[in-house]
T-cell receptor
Framework: QQPVQSPQAVILREGEDAVINCSSS?????VHWYRQKHGEAPVFLMILLKGGEQKGHEKISASFNEKKQQSSLYLTASQLSYSGTYFCGTEDLRGGTSYGKLTFGQGTILTVHP | DAGITQSPRHKVTETGTPVTLRCHQTENHRYMYWYRQDPGHGLRLIHY???????DKGEVSDGYSVSRSKTEDFLLTLESATSSQTSVYFCAISEAGGDNNEQFFGPGTRLTVL
């Protein structure tokens, strides 16, 4: 079952902050975050693992609440380059045969204006 | 950037014709995946491979078959294309098996079935 992302779209001015949420009905091993610009391939941002720490680089960070099977992506002081569609991909609890398979959410469109 | 290429990049074909898409990697990664991307659905896994000649179905595998005879090549075949298979197809690779199993995506193939 596909994880649910919210909001579906968000519009920001440069310098504003945003939070994108990803929620699953399944017990998760990991959550991946990707960003895709129009006409391009998705690009990996970060992985959060069950039992792992909150991740982040520069002004983009993420958390993983294992009890709620939810992850949130935090974008602070947004830049024009942050515009794109953000996808979460979830990996179910491993039973030795996960093979890294991901189930992606439907995406959140982020638009940053000057 | 990970060395992944897809061919062709664009293809227009007619209903009922066979179509083969190729994914080629130079990273020697064990795991390879085929996704389709449609508006409102995000990325959906079609088939994946966890080694040479080792493949399995994803969530939307009907009408598709795959083959992997070499580590570097993963082929996706539409035996008899239908209009519902009009989509953008992405190949991805991953080392997987460990905790840092981020997926790297190819540039995509835009397929139109008339």
């Amino acid at each position: 079952q596909q994880p649910v992302q919210s909001p579906q779209a968000v519009i920001l001015r440069e310098g504003e902050d945003a939070v994108i949420n990803c929620s699953s009905s399944k017990a998760l091993y990991s959550v991946h975050w990707y960003r895709q610009k129009h006409g391009e391939a998705p690009v990996f941002l970060m992985i959060l693992l069950k039992g792992g720490e909150q991740k982040g680089h520069e002004k983009i960070s993420a958390s993983f609440n294992e009890k709620k099977q939810q992850s949130s992506l935090y974008l602070t002081a947004s830049q024009l380059s942050y515009s794109g569609t953000y996808f979460c991909g979830t990996e179910d609890l491993r039973g030795g045969t996960s093979y890294g398979k991901l189930t992606f959410g439907q995406g959140t469109i982020l638009t940053v204006h000057p | 950037d990970a060395g992944i290429t897809q061919s062709p990049r664009h293809k227009v074909t007619e209903t009922g014709t066979p179509v083969t898409l190729r994914c080629h990697q130079t990273e020697n990664h064990r795991y390879m995946y085929w996704y389709r991307q449609d508006p409102g659905h995000g990325l959906r896994l079609i088939h994946y491979s966890y080694g040479v000649k080792d493949t399995d179905k994803g969530e939307v595998s009907d009408g598709y078959s795959v083959s992997r005879s070499k580590t570097e090549d993963f082929l996706l075949t539409l035996e008899s294309a239908t209009s519902s298979q009009t989509s953008v197809y992405f190949c991805a690779i991953s080392e997987a098996g460990g905790d840092n199993n981020e997926q790297f995506f190819g540039p995509g193939t835009r397929l139109t079935v008339l």
